[in-house]
């Protein structure tokens, strides 16, 4: 089909399409930027509530956390006069033992437990089991210790030096009074 149209006629009506293509490009690009701007706002408020709602986990965990060590504080110093209560006073106080080896303690060692057997009704041999967050903990620790007077002998096994971190060891030392 040929198009009879004079040139003045197909160039306004090839104007009139680039108009319309132009204006239609022009709405959607519009039309998609207010969507893309909606669904980063709404993005927006969905991270800021989630945010907030951490914030306020965090608090109420750390919260109980204090409450919960202060618990175990009273607890264990309730648990430190009932035992000393009924240890005679002429054996050695493993309350103090304890009470030592928790004051040597650096930051970086968690103390798992304490195992101890009477030599004499003055000196125990104890162990102490931890996890330390390094070798240098440990060697702390154990240096720590070997500075008090009461406990001799303190030792860590060298196997317990194979790992970097997150370190399971034990301290086994003579304490005496």
Known sequence: MFNLLPYSEKKRIHHEALIRLFTALSVSLIVASVFGCLVLYSAKLFITS???GLKLEKANAESSL???VADLNKEAILFGKKVSTLLPQSELSLVDVIKKVVADKPSGVLINGFTYRFKTPK???????AIADSREAILRFVGD???EPSFLGADVPVS??????NIDFSVSFVASF
């Open 50 to 52: 989630q945010l907030t």
């Open 145 to 147: 210790l070997g500075k």
């Open 66 to 68: 204090s409450v919960k």
């Open 160 to 165: 317990h030096f194979a790992k970097d971190t």
């Open 123 to 129: 000196s125990a041999d104890v162990t102490v089991a």
